[in-house]
């Protein structure tokens, strides 16, 4: 029996959602409200200690991490395929796998928190919010929500900035070479890209449009029409962000 | 044919060095010397446009960040098995890797650049030492040289020496389980780990010692046997760092 811990259909609660749904794989979705911080609540917290979301149960075995659950999936359930069978193509998936998590996913990370958190925090007194805090189990986290609740500094949202303009530069060039991520054709990197891009047209128009990231515009249509796709954007609970809301 | 750009047999250079090892795979090897700011060469730079070792080429493909090309040689050579056949064990291998990758080299390379940068560009003049500086391809790296050539502040080392300790106490607690760092068996998680951890007793013997850390100390020995190991420390260039150099 699979079971899959997560919150909405986007960032890297989406990324195991999607992978599940191209592979037509049957599991129980346990959906955890992330703006209630319910991934912090002591139980959940005896699944991940890290008290964090996606996780996967597979038979009682846990597996966190939504970049390894996408491989423990391709491992377990190898049909279809989603890693390359050309093993520089499959290298070069996780070349951009491990750049999306190491270096644009914290940035825009960071972009992101700044325009949502605020609005999760706004009703909660101050010992409330620091009842809520004093659950989170990593200490990297508790500064980022203590930060976040009130403003990352200009140096930290600047840094932030250039580093997911540098991200998509290299997405743009990639896609010159291929209409897909990494090789011939589509991969867990499409996944775990499109599971952070997708938003960015609607909350960065500036970044991500037309003009200046054509082939990024044409693969994410591609993506979009995709049934896995729309099923896995189908789970979502909670309507999209306003788009008033634009992440600068 | 193989061919591997390396540095030292430490940290990231040391995990393909010791893969290639293990599997007893013939390899041509090109060194670089740090120290002398090689991996920046216009030459190296065509090689990997980040300017970092290790780099594999295989018939001419090129194969960048160690953790993918140990992957890559599993895929490509895959006697003997370095990756557990349990699927439960390999993602664990996976979330072991990605945590010394994100949270403990970072943490410990802030750590070892502190103590061994000001030597390396003691000799340099301002504009000699600029002159390397502007060679270095990530924006990220050149702003680490310029800090570490310095010092990095004292609320930076701190942090890292906090995460140092948390990763050397997880590491300790995953060895209660088992002799290997993921599952039953000798893993790419153990060959990962070991290229950082190989030099604590010596450089940090506060943090990694007989009492505090029995296990990872036991675990090393074992590791440290292993003719593989010795193979590829057997590679080195230079005489190990002053053991009065201690990194605190």
Not at 19 to 30: A, D, Q
Not at 68 to 93: C, H, S
Not at 131 to 150: F, G, H, N, S, V
Not at 164 to 172: A, D, G, N
């Amino acid at each position: 029996m699979l079971e899959l811990y997560h919150g909405e259909p986007s960032a890297n609660s989406m990324k195991p959602m999607l992978c599940l749904k191209e592979k037509g794989i049957e599991f129980v979705s346990h959906y955890l409200d992330l703006s209630k911080f319910e991934q912090h609540s002591p139980e959940f917290v005896k699944i991940n200690a890290n008290g964090q979301v996606p996780v996967l149960v597979h038979d009682g075995a846990i597996i966190t991490e939504s970049t390894v659950i996408n491989e423990y999936l391709e491992d377990a359930f190898p049909a279809p395929a989603l890693r390359p069978k050309n093993l520089v193509e499959r290298a070069n998936m996780r070349i951009w796998s491990k750049f999306v998590d190491e270096y644009f996913c914290p940035a825009l990370s960071i972009l992101g928190w700044q325009a949502i958190i605020p609005a999760f925090v706004k009703g909660l007194a101050p010992e409330e919010f620091e009842a809520k805090i004093a659950r989170i189990p990593l200490k990297e986290q508790r500064d980022k929500w203590r930060t976040a609740a009130k403003s990352f500094t200009p140096e930290v949202l600047a840094e932030s900035r250039r580093k997911v303009s540098v991200s998509i530069e290299r997405m743009e060039k990639l896609l010159e070479k291929s209409p897909w991520l990494a090789g011939s054709g589509y991969s867990l990197a499409d996944i775990n890209t499109y599971s952070m891009v997708a938003a960015m047209p609607r909350l960065m128009p500036d970044t991500v449009n037309e003009k200046s990231t054509p082939r990024i515009v044409a693969w994410l249509a591609i993506m979009n029409a995709r049934p896995a796709v729309k099923a896995a954007l189908g789970m979502g609970r909670r309507p999209l962000p306003d788009l008033s809301v634009k992440v600068s």
